[in-house]
């Protein structure tokens, strides 16, 4: 830190732990205790001294008219926003008083915790907080909206082994961006890819849309939300049918050979082609290329899980540099989640293994609270998380908590979609007031967290508040614990000298090294050493067992898939509520002139479940038969106060009990009229509305 004592001046260096792989360092500039600038440092050295502009405006939030300062116990009816002020004093009494009365009368496990630790570290989330619903018998959440199937299968694959660093991407002769766009969430993957790119790398996109990076590809592959898995198969057939295979590879490091190849038979270059909406010669050329071209690099991004379909095309993808034998060079191999490369254990600084009470799907939240029964959830506590705005099937999630019987908590740091529905409104410290220690998952570093400026309001961090409550519900023997306690509990449990590290400087490096050559550096972390490339062991709710496809969702009345990608504005629902233009859908020119639909059009995007007005923009962005509309929007976005979500089913992916998203399927009509903010559509000029 440097300081101007006299003018009140300082630079803090400290780290970002919001939903994004890059995990960035940051100098936080300060002036009379307020934050004045953000920017990057170069501590880290993914983040090498630049930011997104999702951060660099995130005083924004810390500042805005949003930002909750004070507890609040609900006065008017459910929805409707009415909260008187109240102490901390009085707000845990109530919480702890219901809670208490709950769990005598039902049992603890009519009690739920709802929460989701992406934006998050190892202090805010799987601390003090698991080990309170722990300790309470509380009913277990399945944390499984973002990940789970790409993790389960890069677990039963390779045991989460951690991959290719961005700074060995430019040694890759070709590089596939699987399911990600980096433009809008991990911008500092952009130019290590351009890089590469200048350096004669061959570039290879799957991905619906035309994203910045596709228009800047060698080979564009924009397949049918959902068809990832077919299209992944005919390329492991083309390995195997043309003698492409590392038949030496698979002997020395595969199971499940004979298995993966059983499975990818039927999928010809031509069939796949035709479910993927693909040309057969384009396919083949993506086939030829990987074979053909080493170094080469798969990036295996999150988009490809959001469907039927996603975990088992999660695990063909990242089974490919197994078959091809594209490891053990520098810039060789695959790269997704890099957390696992620091092969921790919660239970180490929880001390409790999760009690065996029953799981609820939070993907599933709306019919768990309004069908599950023996017990029914009586209290709902949030925290972390944005349900209204994040979870599928909006609409039911609004009638669960609409419920007059549910007892539910938001803790939280701004006045969110889902707050109007607490009872009680515990404000929340951002990253820029707390402590916390942050993995990078998309490099190979354990970064320190810590405040810049003083709590706002009476917001409060997650640590103290649980264990507050812990103390109070009779959990805990001892007195409350603060923050900095948990920091160096947490700390003293990483591997090695990393906790001394990354408190004293900042940053710390896992024991495989901060540019790991995998097979060489970093091995499979299975039973026995292998690649599982038919992991029997992993569950799978896919009807015809591992690596089957599931056939589209679509019909006649809704046949267009609607995806719900990341932008360039948000992280998730986070930052959404500084958005001050209408939502916008994207639509491909085919579809827009079968609808008589144009670029500035108010249009009615709807299914069984709901519907969502919103603008439209007609492009080339998107593949025909497939709409986008931005993940994360707040209601107040949309013309209806309705955003994708109430559009995406419930239902669960083959691996893992992920969301599913991208099997939205939907019809798009044009409004004759719509409003906004109280005011006719007509007082915007298309051409004058930022499309994002």
């Excluded at 080990?131 to 993790?151: D, E, H, I, K, Y």
Aim: proline share 7%; aromatic share 6%; with cysteine.
């Amino acid at each position: 830190m440097s300081e101007d004592l006299s003018w009140g001046r300082s630079t803090v260096e400290t780290s970002c732990p919001l939903d994004c792989p890059d995990a960035c360092s940051l100098a936080v500039s300060v002036e009379q205790g307020k934050v004045t600038k953000i920017d990057g440092s170069r501590r880290h050295e993914i983040t090498n001294g630049f930011i997104c502009a999702k951060v660099r405006g995130f005083a924004g939030r810390v500042y805005g008219p949003d930002r909750l300062q004070f507890p609040q116990i609900r006065t008017g009816p459910k929805g409707k926003g009415q909260f008187k002020r109240a102490s901390w004093n009085e707000a845990l009494g109530v919480i702890a008083s219901r809670i208490d009365e709950v769990r005598t009368r039902s049992g603890a496990e009519a009690i739920l915790p709802f929460c989701y630790g992406g934006s998050n570290g190892l202090l805010t989330q799987e601390s003090v907080d698991a080990r309170f619903f722990r300790r309470l018998g509380a009913s277990r959440l399945a944390r499984t909206v973002c990940a789970a199937p790409t993790g389960a299968a890069a677990l039963g694959l390779y045991g989460k082994m951690a991959g290719v660093a961005y700074a060995d991407y430019p040694a890759a002769r070709l590089i596939v961006l699987w399911g990600v766009n980096p433009s809008a969430s991990g911008i500092h993957l952009v130019p290590y890819v351009r890089q590469a790119q200048r350096a004669g790398a061959t570039l290879i996109v799957v991905d619906p849309r035309r994203t910045a990076l596709a228009r800047q590809a060698d080979l564009h592959i924009a397949p049918r939300p959902g068809t990832d898995l077919p299209v992944a198969l005919a390329l492991h057939r083309y390995l195997f049918e043309h003698g492409l295979a590392d038949e030496t590879f698979l002997r020395d490091h595969a199971t499940g050979v004979a298995e993966l190849r059983a499975a990818a038979a039927p999928w010809t270059i031509a069939k796949a082609a035709a479910v993927a909406g693909l040309e057969p010669e384009t396919l083949e050329q993506f086939a030829r290329l990987y074979a053909t071209l080493s170094p080469a690099l798969i990036r295996c991004g999150w988009g490809l899980e959001r469907n039927r379909n996603g975990g088992h095309a999660a695990m063909a993808v990242l089974g490919l540099p197994t078959v091809a034998g594209k490891f053990g060079v520098r810039g060789g191999g695959y790269s997704m989640s890099n957390s696992g490369a620091w092969r921790l254990n919660n239970a180490d600084w929880i001390g409790l293994d999760p009690a065996p009470t029953r799981t609820v799907n939070m993907n599933q939240l709306g019919d768990a609270l309004l069908t599950l029964k023996d017990p029914k959830v009586e209290v709902l506590f949030v925290y972390n998380a944005n349900p209204v705005a994040t979870i599928p099937d909006q609409n039911a999630v609004v009638r669960g908590l609409e419920r007059e019987d549910l007892f539910t908590v938001v803790f939280e740091q701004v006045r969110t979609d889902t707050v109007p529905y607490a009872d009680v409104v515990l404000p929340a410290t951002t990253f820029l007031e707390h402590y916390d220690l942050n993995r990078s998952y998309g490099g190979h570093a354990m970064l320190l967290v810590k405040p810049v400026i003083e709590p706002i309001g009476e917001s409060r961090p997650n640590v103290d508040v649980f264990s507050d409550l812990e103390v109070r519900l009779g959990l805990s023997d001892g007195p409350t614990e603060d923050e900095t306690e948990a920091l160096f509990h947490v700390a003293r449990r990483l591997p090695g000298t990393a906790g001394e590290t990354v408190l004293a400087d900042g940053v710390a490096i896992p024991p495989g090294g901060a540019h790991p050559i995998q097979f060489v550096d970093v091995h499979p972390h299975t039973s026995d050493g292998k690649v599982h490339l038919f992991p029997t062991d992993v569950p799978t709710l896919a009807p015809n067992g591992l690596y089957s496809y599931q056939e589209d969702p679509a019909t006649g009345d809704h046949p267009l898939a609607l995806i719900s990608p990341a932008s360039e504005k948000t992280i998730s629902s986070t930052l959404a509520e500084l958005r001050t233009r209408p939502a916008v859908l994207h639509m491909n020119a085919g579809d827009a002139v079968a609808r008589g639909v144009e670029t500035g059009d108010a249009v009615r995007v709807f299914n069984a479940l709901g519907e969502v007005h919103c603008l439209v923009e007609v492009s080339d962005g998107v593949r025909e038969g497939t709409v986008s509309l931005a993940k994360g929007l707040w209601r107040r976005s949309s013309f209806n106060q309705s955003t994708a979500t109430a559009l995406a089913p419930a239902t669960l992916s083959d691996l893992g009990g992920g969301a599913c998203f991208n099997d939205a399927r939907v019809e798009v009509a044009k409004i004759v009229a719509a409003s906004w903010e109280g005011k006719p559509l007509a007082v915007f000029v298309p051409d004058k509305v930022p499309l994002q």
